[in-house]
């Protein structure tokens, strides 16, 4: 695979524009600095107009005229929007809500639908072989945000029929199944696989959690199966150079599908960054946009990733909200640079003028004239290219990683536990758990220490000083005993609320909470309450702040107090609220709240010194991220995430503004 420094690339779509305007659109990008352009991922039709007839004339011209004026291009499988001959075919999807897809959208198709993976089998297989090795296209993406608006999940006739062999090739016999799953609660005791029902979603109440823990995972290895099949007929068609990506969609983590499975295999795993959509009134916070950065840069091992969609305005499909300002925009892209991509393509280079996504602005509009955005993102990329391109494909080196569960997301979403970890997107999309990660990621972010994200699956706790560790309700004992000896040695473990309080099958541990981390956290937590949106007071050390979400009350069990419960109203009051114990060379924290910002950032700030590492706070508006250059020197990538002149490292920040300086 080729080694970029740094390239800015767009998103085109030929196929939606007279021919006649071509030449003229991609010598303009070019003269901008873009060296990339992603294209045909919505095209299938374009491409195999009937079934078996395949026609690459328009993209062949379209590339062709791409290599001409010096752009690479990014071809995408087009399998998440169904050619018109697909329409009358069994091949949609039924959502958990009951609601059947049809044609004319996207991302409605069953991922088990054995029509439509012989049909993506075809194209894909003419898309490889058409474009495999060929020097124009540099790399390829797997179709288009897979499991995004809610395709994670199918109760569809086809996933009927997949399930219950899914599920006799995980138990083996229905009474493991039941055994599993507890299936003496409620009379659920299948006496064979064919009865289990699909995790539709009931009109009342819910399911049993481990049925549909274990759905997620059937529907996760189905999407991931279908990716695969591509990602393998690709690998085996092209070249060396070419590399294979597939761009995922925020967030992420209480999706079904587990995203390092469906990267596996591929070179580096890429994004579409839209800090704000729709009628969203306030951008999300930088802090959640770096959690979403680090997500996805460590789903491979921390290698480059791609921003495969960077907004360059204003974006919805229905309704528009905050218009951000053209140098914020252009942050976010550098901040993507910051936190380890190495590639970045705008979406999109022209507005559409039709469709669903008429509301999608791009780079220029219809009457092609110079915009502001385009004007400044242009600039951005010559002085991005000028300064960081020595920074850009050297990992991004981490003392600290929040570490992620998989399964902890799944039963969170059904089961949130608190109305402080609902954050309902859409009827079918609860993303409280990426809220709470992010927030126990926000103060490494705020505090100028570089953390990763990893999953509990993947992580080498011995390359890290801090592990973070929120909502890990169902602790592996191997995983326990990985941290409690790397604990031992010296390393320092940020524990969150619930640790512990389940096992591998999604049962309540019969031991004191929390369960299997007790002894290390040196704590026992034999009461709770769900705080939902109300907070309580309480003060870490001397800082007053609030804890929110969720409230233990602890019992010391050999670790000191470092917060306790202030709140006048709770009868808890005086009883710690944060604890911390030493364990060999190392400390086990354990926080049994989700502190408000201020508290958070007091709390970490004592547990990233204690570790030895050095926090420092430049203000909540300023991102400071360390990196090392090809030749090992370190830099500070500074950003001020903010409308107002900021002084911070001993630099002026512009508004929206960045700095690169030594670090010291
Ligand atoms: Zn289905």
Same mark, same amino acid.
């Given at each position: ?15 939606? /524009? ?33 079934? $078996? ?37 069994? *091949? ?88 599993? /799953? ?52 690709? @690998? ?76 360059? $305005? ?30 970045? *393509?705008?979406?999109? /280079? @022209?507005? &559409? ?215 006048? $109203? ?31 950032? &007091? ?8 570790? $030895? ?52």
């Amino acid at each position: 695979m080729k080694a970029t420094g740094l390239e800015f690339g767009v998103d085109w779509y030929p196929e939606q /524009w007279d021919e006649g305007r071509w030449r003229h659109d991609v010598e303009r990008m070019a003269g901008y600095g873009f060296t990339c352009v992603r294209l045909m991922e919505f095209a299938w039709t374009v491409v195999e107009p009937e079934p $078996g007839r395949f026609d690459f004339s328009t993209f062949d011209r379209a590339i062709g005229l791409l290599a001409e004026a010096g752009l690479e291009a990014i071809v995408g499988t087009p399998t998440a929007t169904p050619p018109h001959w697909l329409s009358d075919r069994p *091949v949609f999807r039924t959502s958990p809500t009951g609601a059947a897809h049809s044609y004319g959208t996207r991302r409605n198709l069953c991922y088990n639908a054995p029509e439509y993976r012989e049909a993506s089998r075809r194209v894909v297989a003419a898309i490889a072989e058409r474009y495999g090795g060929d020097g124009r296209v540099a790399g390829f993406q797997v179709d288009n945000e897979i499991g995004h608006e809610a395709s994670d999940r199918c109760v569809c006739a086809h996933c009927r029929r997949e399930w219950p062999r899914w599920l006799e090739r995980r138990y083996g016999d229905v009474g493991r199944l039941n055994d599993a /799953w507890g299936a003496a609660f409620w009379n659920t005791s299948y006496a064979s696989f064919d009865q289990v029902p699909v995790a539709a979603i009931q009109p009342s109440t819910i399911q049993n959690p481990a049925l549909v823990l274990d759905y997620d995972r059937f529907c996760s290895d189905s999407a991931v199966a279908f990716a695969r099949e591509q990602t393998d007929a690709l @690998r085996a068609a092209s070249s060396p150079g070419q590399w294979i990506t597939t761009n995922l969609f925020p967030p992420p983590l209480s999706n079904a599908i587990d995203m390092e499975a469906l990267t596996d295999g591929m070179d580096f795993a890429s994004w579409d960054n839209y800090p704000v959509w729709g009628d969203q009134d306030e951008p999300l916070p930088w802090q959640f946009n770096a959690t979403a950065q680090s997500y996805v840069r460590g789903l491979r091992g921390g290698v480059p990733f791609t921003v495969m969609e960077e907004m360059s $305005g204003f974006q919805g499909h229905v309704c528009l909200g905050y218009l951000p300002p053209e140098r914020r925009v252009a942050l976010w892209a550098v901040q993507a640079v910051a936190r380890g991509a190495n590639r970045v *393509v705008f979406f999109r /280079w @022209r507005t &559409a003028p039709y469709g669903q996504e008429q509301l999608c602005y791009g780079l220029v509009d219809g009457d092609d004239e110079e915009t502001e955005r385009l004007r400044v993102v242009a600039e951005t990329i010559r002085r991005a290219k000028a300064e960081l391109s020595s920074l850009a494909s050297v990992p991004v080196e981490s003392p600290v990683c929040v570490a992620y569960s998989k399964d902890d997301a799944r039963v969170l979403r059904e089961q949130y536990l608190s109305k402080g970890l609902l954050m309902r997107v859409s009827p079918t999309v609860q993303a409280g758990y990426d809220k709470e990660a992010a927030s126990w990621y926000a103060p490494f972010a705020t505090l100028g220490v570089g953390a990763d994200i990893r999953s509990v699956g993947s992580l080498d706790p011995d390359a890290y000083r801090v592990v973070s560790l929120p909502l890990y309700q169902m602790a592996d004992p191997a995983v326990v005993d990985r941290l409690g000896r790397w604990v031992e040695a010296g390393g320092s473990l940020v524990l969150g609320y619930r640790a512990g309080a389940r096992d591998l099958l999604d049962r309540n541990v019969e031991a004191p909470l929390p369960g299997l981390f007790a002894e290390l956290a040196g704590v026992r937590v034999p009461r709770f309450e769900s705080l939902n949106e109300t907070s309580a007071a309480l003060r870490v050390g001397a800082v007053p702040g609030r804890g929110g979400v969720w409230a233990d009350v602890i019992e010391p069990d050999g670790a000191e107090t470092v917060a306790v419960w202030t709140d006048r $109203g709770k009868f808890y009051r005086g009883s710690p609220a944060v604890t911390v114990n030493r364990v060999g060379e190392g400390r086990v924290w354990y926080v049994g709240t989700s502190p408000s910002p201020i508290a958070m950032l &007091a709390l970490y700030r004592r547990i990233l010194k204690a570790a $030895g590492l050095r926090p420092r706070f430049a203000g909540a508006d300023v991102e400071a991220v360390e990196r090392r250059d090809a030749d090992g020197k370190a830099w500070r990538l500074v950003l001020n995430h903010s409308p107002r002149r900021r002084r911070a490292y001993g630099a002026t920040l512009e508004p929206w503004g960045w700095v690169k300086l030594p670090a010291d």
